[in-house]
DNA sequence: CGGCATAAATTGGTCGACCAACCAATAAAC
DNA sequence: GTTTATTGGTTGGTCGACCAATTTATGCCG
């Protein structure tokens, strides 16, 4: 009764999470064919008829994971009103991933273990970076152009706002105990409003 | 005429060597124990001889490149007069270190991948940090208490400082195209000095 | 409508290669 | 002669990639 034709996507999909799955269970030095094929309850067989390699899955669960990060916070971004607030909200979502969505860090740091070693990878690495930059960049923009933050050179502040927000999430991964999470979050949101301010220091 | 014994820390030395640039070479995938033998010119067996197992080898790796990067940042550090200067100095260090010795933030990032999945490598890399933030924290504490720096909570302005590095030189290592290193150390300085400066923006 | 060809999807197993850990044996220094 | 240092090979297992064979759906033609 099910359908045959047009498994393609939903296959996918499937080796995908159970890559991800497998990654934040094992790391990548137990990312097996095997395993990922248990994970997702197929055989390991298919696993080379819709990717290429074991690398090109690492790949895709980067970009899967990037993209889910992405879609959390346009869709809080989305609720701001100002550019205060947006930075706030972007904030509070990747905080909000890096403690309870613990996969996110774990795959993305395997990932980049590999994205070392393999040309395929480091650029899938580098253009996600490049985008997220732009992303934070667009919005600071809009900031600057509407008087709320000081006049700065934004590929830089784009760069120093992903900085902070990488360094926080990676010790809060390393180690629950250091912050509670609305704690890190105001921690980063003064760092980086003293930073962009156009007034005096609070 | 060599001597043969008293030759442990000798080897230890040699063997954690060839690791690191075996993991910079070829990753962690690519780390094993016949590679890394033959980098350090000595056989398979010795290994397990001065080491329990590979992870303990990880860790040793870990701990070196740590110790190195600590020594370097105290060398900057310690010809600076004042909080502002030092903690320029520590910029210095971290950034000539990601973008002139590669091999530091590959052996990080592979070690933090097998940290989340073995309990002995996460604990050296909590310690790790938590010291880090400790020395990075003390030096803030003499600045603010010369009046340098504005009355921020030490162990969260540490927390902050080590973010911005850590993600600065993660962007520089993924992106060497990115920005020239003095051009980072300055965008680092600027974010830091007016997050934690006293008087008005500059 | 019914059967045939073609393509899509999937299986399970095979292949050669390689791995980490271990060990018995040896050599050198004390 | 006993401890320290070192060798090199063995072992039991796992790996990623590949493929021949099978099943299922779809389009085509009479």
């Not at 047009?6 to 990548?28: F, H, K, N």
């Not at 690495?125 to 919005?139: K, S, T």
């Not at 010790?171 to 962009?196: H, I, K, N, S």
Request: net charge positive.
């Amino acid at each position: 009764m099910t359908l045959k034709l047009g498994m393609a996507p939903v296959r996918r999909e499937q080796i995908v999470r159970a890559t991800i799955r497998c990654l934040a269970r094992d790391g990548y030095a137990g990312l097996t064919m095997k395993r990922v094929a248990a994970e997702a309850a197929v055989s390991q067989g298919i696993l080379h008829y819709y990717f290429r390699d074991k690398a090109a899955m690492l790949a895709a669960a980067a970009l899967r994971v990037t993209a889910d990060l992405d879609r959390r916070v346009a869709a809080e971004a989305r609720r701001a009103r100002d550019a205060r607030a947006r930075l706030r909200a972007v904030i509070r979502a990747c905080l909000v991933t890096a403690v309870d969505n613990r996969d996110f860090w774990t795959v993305f740091i395997e990932f980049w273990g590999e994205a070392f070693h393999d040309r395929r990878l480091a650029t899938v690495n580098r253009q996600a970076y490049a985008r997220a930059r732009r992303l934070i960049g667009a919005g600071l923009a809009r900031g600057i152009a509407a008087g709320e933050f000081r006049r700065v050179d934004v590929e830089e502040a784009a760069a120093v706002v992903l900085a902070l927000l990488d360094g926080i999430s990676l010790q809060l991964t390393f180690d629950r105990g250091l912050m509670t999470r609305p704690r890190a979050a105001r921690v980063a949101e003064t760092a980086l409003f003293r930073y962009l301010s156009t007034g005096g220091p609070t």
